[in-house]
């Protein structure tokens, strides 16, 4: 789509984090719907958005004084842009322009007993007050996170607007011919009922919890637990599999393409999220564009995201994983219509003219 909007209106954006998971496919589909005139970030991450008429240099690393130091400041005062969006708490210390910050979770203050250091958790304590204090306004991804943030800090709710995410256009159902190469490439058995997870080992992941429900699910031996992502490149020593048992009922697929992630949702009988805490929880959504049911935590943004149509258990409470997983293994096709009809609800052209009209109004501000 190419940039709609007010043409007068000079919007920057920092994009560094363009190509990561999670945030990065935010910023993707923000630099295609938003009319932004600015990007900050490097320039080889920047080359498929030329629909994006100036592009500053800005090559840091996140977090810390690093990127404080490198922040383009005289390039981006030179182009006098109007407002600033800054798509995750990192904000620039030193700028002084109007300035709209998007907050995904509070995952460091929630849980600070995750941290590695007790630095980090003062790092991040003090890095969202300053957007409490300084941004012109805070765009959240869910509910859950403007509750968060009313909770630890003392800011005016109507500062805050709520901007949910959405499954990308690529998450559609497909046909069992068009997924069926996934058996022989990651070497599944074809007469098994496959269980989804896609994440990370990070503690409120909960990969634990899930491995040790799906331990205690009756029937788990017509099952296999397919885990995606990069800690599952190659049999990782950091999962429990052997001590429960079940290292032969669980398959490391490790990072795949997005082709074979949405080809994987469409694979799965059932997707799980065990998380204990999501700012948004985007591969539930991801998982029902491809009409795959869904069980998953009854905590934070998950119940807004999965709404009706998925199934929720206790993330703290093996048993209730489990008893959940034995009640959802069989639910693929019955709702699909129900499941459509949810995720219409989110999208991304929605949000982005979210985004733009909070930009206009932020930039009027005299």
């Not at 600070?112 to 003062?122: G, S, T």
């Not at 403007?146 to 005016?156: A, I, S, W």
């Not at 869904?294 to 994983?321: H, M, R, W």
């Amino acid at each position: 789509m190419s940039n709609t909007g007010n043409k007068n209106l000079k919007i920057a954006i920092d994009a560094r984090m363009v190509n990561r998971t999670g945030i990065g496919t935010c910023i993707q589909h923000w630099l295609k719907d938003v009319a932004y005139t600015i990007a900050l970030g490097d320039p080889k991450n920047l080359e498929p958005y030329g629909n994006i008429p100036k592009h500053i240099p800005f090559i840091s690393s996140i977090y810390g004084y690093e990127e404080q130091l490198k922040f383009p400041y005289r390039a981006l005062y030179r182009e006098k842009p109007d407002v600033l969006h800054i798509p995750h708490c990192n904000v620039p210390l030193f700028y002084r322009g109007k300035m709209i910050v998007t907050i995904h979770d509070l995952t460091h203050l929630v849980y600070p007993e995750f941290l590695p250091m007790k630095i980090v958790h003062w790092y991040f304590k003090f890095i969202f007050w300053f957007v409490c204090k300084r941004a012109n306004h805070i765009m959240v991804v869910s509910e859950s996170t403007k509750r968060d943030l009313l909770c630890f800090y003392k800011v005016d709710p109507s500062k805050i607007t709520v901007i949910p995410l959405a499954a990308g256009n690529e998450f559609v159902q497909k046909s069992k011919d068009e997924v069926d190469y996934l058996y022989d490439k990651f070497n599944i058995p074809r007469d098994k009922k496959i269980i989804l997870y896609v994440g990370n080992l990070l503690p409120h992941k909960n990969l634990n919890g899930l491995l040790k429900g799906f331990a205690q699910m009756n029937g788990k031996e017509n099952c296999r637990l397919v885990l995606i992502g990069k800690a599952f490149d190659g049999r990782t020593k950091a999962t429990i599999e052997g001590d429960l048992g079940i290292e032969n009922l669980v398959i490391h697929a490790g990072m795949v393409s997005q082709e074979d992630l949405v080809c994987f949702y469409n694979l799965a009988d059932l997707f799980v999220l065990p998380s204990l805490y999501e700012g948004f929880g985007l591969p539930v959504l991801e998982a029902l564009a491809c009409k795959t049911p869904v069980a998953c935590s009854n905590t934070s943004s998950l119940p807004e995201v999965g709404g009706n149509v998925a199934k929720y258990f206790d993330p703290s409470d093996p048993q209730s994983i489990a008893h959940t997983l034995e009640n959802s293994i069989n639910d693929k096709g019955k709702y699909d219509h129900e499941i459509e009809g949810w995720v219409r609800q989110f999208n991304w052209k929605a949000s982005a003219d979210k985004i733009q009209k909070i930009a206009a109004d932020v930039a009027a501000i005299k």
